[in-house]
């Protein structure tokens, strides 16, 4: 005993009996009130072993009423901040949490309690271990919590996992999250909760709104899809906080965001997305604030070859000097991707204005030489980007315009109409002949 001595043990027994006799009468009221006021007895007198030892007691008598549980736990989560040390602190959240396992009508009080627990973890340095204590709650399934304390505790998740570098245990976590809940219209109001429906508590005062979760969870997105260079997802990530209003309010918020889109859509591989994206973002109006980023983005829609020279001399200190970027600076793989997606703009702008052309041409059309020439046009082919055939003891390259499945039907039909006209003909010229011969063996008997 800690402070107050026999006193407080006095009292605590005295209220233990109260607690007992209200309870086999099956009072919740007087129950709850036993069981919080010896919780108050030991916070006042400090006494945080007795504290333990108590809510380890009245958890595990016998008949215990789910209420009474219910309110000791809350009533003793009230206490954690106020613990002299992080060993006490500690202490106590792990005995709270010992007692809430398992019990679904303190179901969120644990979750809550894991995440306090986590956070210290985290403090201390050990990640691993917080993403581990993390892990174990599935919010998701919590009936009464409410859906921004659901998503805030989903995205805590996924940072500790992207802080120890697991990112498939990342990309599990966030799919568990629809983007579909960010486009939800906050200003209509809530419905009262029908007499069947479980009530949704209230989330605590330090849960963020939906929107800051949006950005939360885009931010988180970037990191994610940076580590496998997905350039096109990180730029619809962007995409996505660009269109919060928070951000497309303030100039200096969504200035820096815009230059990042224009940036990573010119490193995104050419696809039908990509080319969605840019042309959405060229008709932006903002894009006009920023001149340097609307010519970039003009020259890869304009069907002309970009000499890269000319192009890196022109953005190389913009591109250099990119700061703050959610996966990490742009660096030299970047410039690479870069240089490599210019490479590709220039095949496509060939493939358009020539139906046939020597490797050699090419090369020189493209700075560079014969055999990375043939490497990124096969490359290419490949991915499908576009359909060539290359004949190399000529080094000729054929160009054909891709067809979709409409066109090979129709001239399949055509084919096919024009190979039965040719077979009635045959067989309107057999029976001709047929009959002149028939005729003329009749003349001669």
Not at 40 to 58: H, M, P, S
Not at 243 to 256: G, H, L, Y
Not at 304 to 322: D, H, P
Request: proline content about 3%; overall charge neutral.
């Amino acid at each position: 005993m800690e402070n107050g001595g026999g006193d407080l043990e006095a009292k605590i027994e005295m209220l233990l009996n109260v607690e007992k006799q209200m309870r086999q009468a099956g009072e919740i009221a007087g129950t709850r009130k036993a069981v919080t006021d010896i919780m108050q007895l030991c916070f006042e007198a400090g006494a945080w072993k007795t504290l333990n030892e108590q809510i380890v007691l009245i958890s595990k008598r016998r008949g215990q009423l789910k209420q009474a549980v219910q309110s000791m736990v809350q009533q003793a989560m009230q206490y954690i901040d106020q613990t002299p040390d992080i060993d006490t602190k500690i202490e106590l959240i792990q005995t709270l949490n010992s007692v809430s396992a398992g019990k679904i009508y303190v179901e969120i009080e644990r979750a809550r309690l894991i995440k306090k627990l986590a956070k210290i973890k985290e403090e201390q340095g050990l990640i691993a271990e917080a993403a581990d204590l993390m892990q174990e709650v599935a919010v998701e399934t919590f009936g009464a919590m409410a859906k921004t304390e659901k998503i805030a505790f989903i995205l805590e998740q996924v940072r500790l996992c992207l802080d120890r570098q697991d990112y498939v245990r990342a990309q599990i976590l966030s799919r568990k999250i629809s983007t579909r809940v960010f486009e939800a219209d906050t200003s209509k109001e809530k419905k009262k909760p029908k007499e069947s429906e479980s009530i949704i508590e209230e989330p605590p005062a330090d849960i963020p709104s939906l929107l800051e979760l949006k950005r939360i969870y885009y931010e988180l997105m970037i990191r994610y899809h940076a580590h496998s260079n997905d350039y096109l997802e990180i730029c619809r990530s962007y995409k996505s906080i660009y269109e919060i209003p928070s951000v497309k309010e303030d100039p200096a918020q969504w200035i820096p965001v815009l230059r990042k889109i224009c940036w990573y859509l010119v490193l995104s591989p050419h696809d039908p997305m990509q080319s969605s994206l840019l042309n959405s973002t060229l008709e932006d109006k903002n894009l006009s604030e920023i001149p340097d980023f609307k010519l970039l983005l003009k020259q890869l829609v304009t069907m002309e070859v970009i000499q890269w020279t000319a192009l890196w001399g022109t953005f190389k200190n913009e591109f250099e000097n990119e700061k703050n970027m959610l996966g990490g600076s742009l660096d030299e793989k970047a410039a690479e991707s870069l240089k490599l997606r210019v490479i590709e703009h220039n095949i496509l702008v060939v493939s358009k204005y020539y139906a046939r052309i020597t490797l050699k041409r090419l090369a020189d059309l493209l700075c560079l030489t014969i055999q990375e020439a043939e490497k990124h046009l096969s490359e290419m082919v490949v991915s499908k980007a576009l359909i060539a055939k290359i004949d190399r003891p000529m080094g000729v390259i054929c160009f054909q315009s891709a067809k979709d499945s409409n066109d090979i039907l129709n001239l399949w039909s055509t084919n096919l109409e024009k190979l039965l006209d040719l077979v009635e003909k045959s067989c309107h010229q057999i029976h001709k002949e047929t009959m002149v011969h028939k005729a003329a063996l009749s003349l001669k008997s």
